[in-house]
């Protein structure tokens, strides 16, 4: 199965010189985590509802001058629309994303795949399992079962 026949092909981007303001309301709008930035001719970055968050709410920029390009993970992890579903899904895993925007051979932006597609359009349940765990992997130990002041973890039996 093509990355084309389960991906959202109605996908919104907004160019880099966007406010944060205009962003957030667009992913409010649109109920979306992830807006692709695009200039016109390519994708250059991704926005995330974590990049304004982390990065702009956090460092008190202000929303209205704030720009996307500011802001942005500036690292866009693409596959094709013409890729095979597993190869899209082993991005994800080796990436440790949940969603990846699609692109043609032109570079234009085509859609979004993201790992709700692959479980509702994917037969192959191992496929979707896989990715969900690698995705879902820490990529920072947890603090939560930190014993103060040791820092190994703790462990509750019972």
């Known amino acids: 199965m093509l990355v084309s026949q389960i991906m959202?092909?109605?996908?919104?981007?907004?160019p880099p010189e966007t406010s944060l303001t205009e962003a957030a309301s667009r992913?409010?709008?649109?109920?979306?985590?992830?807006?692709p930035v695009w200039n016109g001719q390519r994708v250059?970055?991704?926005?995330?509802?974590?990049?304004?968050?982390?990065?702009?709410?956090?460092?008190?920029?202000?929303?209205?001058?704030?720009?996307?390009?500011?802001?942005?993970?500036?690292e866009a992890v693409t596959c094709f629309d013409d890729q095979d579903v597993e190869?899209?899904?082993?991005?994800?895993?080796?990436?440790?994303?949940r969603?990846?925007?699609?692109?043609n051979r032109k570079g234009q932006l085509a859609g979004l795949v993201s790992l709700g597609d692959l479980a509702n359009q994917q037969s192959d349940?191992?496929?979707?399992?896989?990715?969900?765990?690698?995705?879902?992997a820490p990529t920072h130990p947890s603090f939560a079962h930190r014993?103060?002041?040791?820092?190994?973890?703790?462990?509750?039996s019972g």
Do not use: H
């Open 99 to 103: 969603r990846l925007i699609v692109v």
């Open 87 to 97: 190869e899209a899904a082993s991005i994800m895993q080796r990436r440790l994303i």
């Open 8 to 14: 959202t092909r109605a996908v919104e981007a907004v």
């Open 44 to 74: 250059l970055g991704v926005l995330t509802d974590r990049d304004i968050a982390v990065r702009a709410v956090a460092e008190a920029s202000d929303p209205k001058t704030t720009t996307v390009e500011q802001v942005m993970s500036p």
């Open 27 to 35: 992913m409010r709008d649109l109920d979306v985590g992830l807006l």
């Open 125 to 136: 349940k191992r496929l979707v399992s896989e990715t969900l765990e690698e995705t879902s």
């Open 147 to 156: 014993s103060p002041g040791n820092g190994e973890s703790s462990s509750k």
